[in-house]
């Protein structure tokens, strides 16, 4: 599956399939495979609940039919990445500005790292913007401050996603 890939600046060098170690569980259910968090507004995915929100790629492997209901903004991280860590507080905060415009999934890599291959994740953190229409594109690392890296967002968010 080709997406196109806008290059970011800051990322960890390190393979997706980084150390566990000191990494915490942000979600700990059992009962629920998607977890939205109320007070920050981001959405935890698994495969599962990509599979149904935003794209079958076990039925369409060669198509992109995106499922969504409203255009999202995924973010492929780990918790031992020091640029995941930056970016997460800002994507929560995006996540409330932008509320009922678009949907902010996080996929943790080191959960769902046959997530991480299908999209040919080589280093985190990385996005995966979904429009309504059209294919997804794909943007990997953060800018060098936060300030930076929320207006990146909020750019790519306002031109990839609601045009």
């Not at 990997?140 to 045009?163: N, Y």
Request: some cysteine; hydrophobic content about 35%; proline content about 6%.
């Amino acid at each position: 599956m080709a997406v196109p890939v806008l290059i970011g600046m800051v990322s960890c060098g390190q393979s997706v399939r980084g150390s566990d170690e000191g990494s915490a569980d942000i979600v700990n259910t059992a009962d629920k495979k998607e977890v939205k968090n109320e007070e920050h507004g981001t959405i935890m995915l698994t495969k599962a609940d990509f599979l149904t929100k935003v794209m079958n790629y076990e039925e369409n492997p060669q198509e992109w039919k995106y499922l969504g209901e409203k255009p999202c903004l995924i973010d492929f991280y780990a918790d031992w990445c020091a640029p995941c860590r930056t970016s997460s507080p800002i994507l929560e905060e995006l996540a409330k500005e932008y509320k009922g415009k678009i949907n902010v999934y996080k996929i943790d890599t080191q959960k769902e790292q046959e997530l991480a291959q299908v999209f040919g994740i080589q280093s985190i953190p990385a996005f995966l913007y979904c429009p309504m229409e059209g294919k997804p594109t794909m943007a990997a690392g953060i800018a060098p401050t936060p300030e930076e890296t929320k207006q990146m967002f909020r750019k790519q968010i306002d031109d990839l996603l609601l045009q």
